[in-house]
């Protein structure tokens, strides 16, 4: 993959096909619905009769600003072919909220309205958000045709748990639209990470200097997160150890929040050894100061004079400890001579990609939403062009699976 049209970061000209079921939930797809065309997708809603007992048809027209379906037979010469022509121009078919109803239709095969219809009919990745009373969840019916619908090969994403519009609590509400939308981008990029787990380090390290100060750096956390969030989308099972950050983790993923460089250490080294891929996105404190001191520094003295102390360089000792069979990928943090230092820790830190990016740009490194990198293996060196971390994260991952 290029990485320069590298669409499996957004939804943007994706041909949705949204069908929505009668559900109280339905007012949550609005604002999918909105989410989505937001993103520059094309959006067609197709409800149930029930549906619109939730939510008009008009919300949904006006939020993707394209027709509306309702019924198999509406009026109109483009709509007695609609279950036909709808899910042949789609990229996929989501059904989010679906009822019990609607997924027991969906595991009989029935086609008497145009969403199962149309379902029928299509050949696209077929997407269903159950979501219902937790008792009607639970029962042996609705498990039976879940799991029908996921040996015909659906999709289910299985609802959250948390308080329903019924007022139980329980299994069965809508899930977050942030985490459907990885499986959807999920869906348009290879699973060759599949079945692999990753580690991956992200964001500053804090060391600390009295009760109220500490010694840190600019990284905000960004180019990990980004590692993270399409290292799952590929189909890895992804460990992310962050230093403290302002970002939701992706979602998936299984966080483990550190403050200084040894916890950070004790942290990867209780899940290296199990890791086939190892990324070193964080920016790590090198030293600390050797007096944490208990009490906050008085500023009586006109000079203050810190003594560090080296911490664990953990990339030097993840090379030294390496297994044969794991991927080792480190990041460089440069303001000058780039390349001939991401090949001096290449070799010094046995790696098998260096990542090396400039920190004194605006649009890379620290903070930026971009980045333009520099990738150097033994197989040679690759300028990628600035590109959104994300886009630079798939880059980097084609890198990797091709080591695999
Ligand atoms: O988080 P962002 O705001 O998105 O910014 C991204 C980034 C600039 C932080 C990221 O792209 C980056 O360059 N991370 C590495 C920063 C860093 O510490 O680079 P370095 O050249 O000082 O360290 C080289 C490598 O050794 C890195 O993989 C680092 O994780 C690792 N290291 C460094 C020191 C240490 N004590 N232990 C380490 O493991």
């Not at 019916?141 to 289910?156: C, F, H, I, Q, S």
């Not at 790590?284 to 100061?289: I, Q, S, T």
Request: glycine share 8%; with cysteine; charged share 25%.
């Amino acid at each position: 993959m290029s990485g320069q049209e590298d669409r499996s970061c957004t939804m943007r000209d994706r041909n949705i096909l949204f069908g929505i079921t009668g559900s109280i939930a339905a007012f949550k797809a609005a604002g999918w619905v909105h989410a989505l065309t937001k993103e520059e997708a094309r959006v067609t809603v197709v409800m149930t009769r029930a549906a619109t007992r939730f939510v008009s048809s008009l919300t949904f027209g006006a939020l993707s600003g394209n027709r509306v379906y309702t019924d198999m037979f509406g009026e109109g010469d483009n709509e007695t072919m609609a279950h036909i022509t709808l899910p042949r121009m789609s990229d996929l078919v989501l059904i989010a909220p679906a009822t019990a109803q609607t997924i027991a239709r969906l595991a009989q095969g029935m086609a008497d309205d145009l969403l199962c219809t149309a379902v029928l009919a299509g050949t696209a990745p077929m997407i269903i958000c159950p979501a219902m009373n937790s008792n009607m969840l639970a029962h042996p019916a609705t498990r039976r045709n879940l799991n029908t619908l996921k040996e015909l090969g659906y999709v289910v994403i299985e609802p959250d748990t948390g308080l329903l519009a019924c007022g139980d609590e329980g299994a069965g509400r809508l899930p977050e639209w942030d985490s459907v939308r990885e499986v959807l981008l999920g869906l348009f990029i290879d699973d060759d990470l599949a079945g692999r787990k990753v580690l991956i380090t992200a964001g500053p390290t804090r060391e600390p200097v009295d009760p109220a100060r500490y010694l840190s750096n600019r990284s905000s956390g960004k180019m990990g997160y980004a590692l993270a969030r399409t290292a799952k989308r590929r189909g890895a099972d992804v460990v992310l150890i962050s230093g403290p950050v302002h970002l939701e983790p992706p979602p998936g993923v299984e966080l483990v929040q550190v403050l200084t460089a040894r916890d950070m250490k004790k942290a990867v080294d209780k899940y290296a050894a199990e890791s086939s891929v190892i990324v070193k996105a964080a920016a790590v404190a090198d030293f600390r100061p050797t007096h944490a001191g208990v009490r906050k520094i008085k500023k009586a003295q006109a000079e203050l004079k810190l003594e560090l102390t080296p911490n664990p360089d953990i990339l030097t000792e993840l090379g030294r400890d390496r297994r044969a069979d794991q991927i080792l990928v480190g990041f460089a943090a440069e303001s000058n001579d780039h390349e001939a230092e991401g090949r001096r820790k290449l070799k010094d830190k046995r790696v098998d990609l260096m990542v090396v990016n400039d920190i004194m740009g605006e649009k890379t490194g620290f903070d930026a939403d971009t980045n333009q990198v520099t990738l150097i293996s033994n197989d040679g060196v690759e300028q990628l062009a600035l590109m959104s971390k994300e886009q630079t994260a798939n880059c980097i991952w084609d890198r990797v699976a091709a080591m695999l």
